[in-house]
């Protein structure tokens, strides 16, 4: 059942005991024990917590607008393989309410905080790692696959640090599918001052299988943006998550 903009919901259940389940962006779920013999009124708080909205560029809330990083610092990783990356001196990124100076760029098409990870789980939110990470196109890529068998394509994966932005971009670049072929070029921006996590998708090739979201570093809170391609993702698709703790007022629908 969904609220009204004030909150306020109401629904039928059969006579006995019942657990109610409320959960709303930007709090903490709560399970409340309800006992239906009559008409039952009650006010239930839920407390705030960090959280995320999700838009696109489909929705029109979003646009597309593709920043080339590969004139950045390049990265060559190994299939399964991390990278660490310190943003510039005094620069800290936000991200489920926690401030990091550093992140770690994966082959796998995951930017984790606090801790490497060369392995990938498709269902957000798990508590199985890896947690604390922005699943920007969460597959089993090889980015070594042009160096073992000559394929032609980059396979490179670049950060460029927007300093009139506030934006780092990491761009990852025709990386393809283990073990080659089908090659991704994608992006994640992160914008320093807002917190807010941009995705954009300029090649498209298998997305069958790929992970779009994130989760925090207990696993057990996420917003799934596309799970074995849920969201059809194409070319010329930008995601938007927005941080918040507790939901603004602008995000109820009438």
């Known amino acids: ?88 001196a005094a620069k800290t990124f936000t991200f489920y309410g926690r401030d990091f100076s550093d992140l770690y760029l994966t082959s796998n098409g995951l930017l984790t905080f606090g801790e490497p990870f060369d392995r990938f789980h498709g269902v957000i939110p798990y508590e199985g790692q890896p947690n604390n990470a922005i699943y920007a196109y969460a597959e089993d890529l ?18 460029h640090y927007d300093a009139q932005g506030g934006r780092l971009i990491v761009q990852y670049n025709e990386v393809e599918h283990w073990s080659r072929g089908n090659p991704e070029t994608f992006e994640a921006i992160l914008h320093l001052a807002t917190g807010q996590i941009t995705l954009q998708y300029q090649q498209v090739s298998w997305p069958d299988y790929a992970t779009v979201g994130v989760e925090d570093a207990t696993g057990l809170r996420g917003i799934p943006y596309s799970y074995a391609n849920s969201a059809d993702l194409q070319a010329e698709l930008a995601v938007r998550f927005t941080p918040v703790f507790g939901q603004p007022g602008s995000t109820c629908r009438q």
């Open 1 to 88: 059942v969904e609220t009204d903009c004030t909150g306020a919901f109401s629904l039928t259940l059969p006579a006995g005991s019942h657990e109610l389940l409320v959960e709303a962006t930007g709090y903490e779920s709560r399970r409340i024990p309800l006992a239906a013999q009559s008409a039952v009124t009650a006010t239930i708080a839920l407390t705030p917590t960090w959280d995320y909205l999700v838009a696109d560029s489909r929705s029109g809330d979003v646009v597309f607008q593709w920043i080339d990083a590969t004139g950045g610092q390049r990265y060559d990783l190994d299939d399964d393989d991390s990278q660490w990356f310190m943003l510039p």
């Open 142 to 159: 090889n980015p070594a696959a042009n160096r073992d068998y000559n394929t032609g394509y980059d396979n490179g994966i670049y950060t």
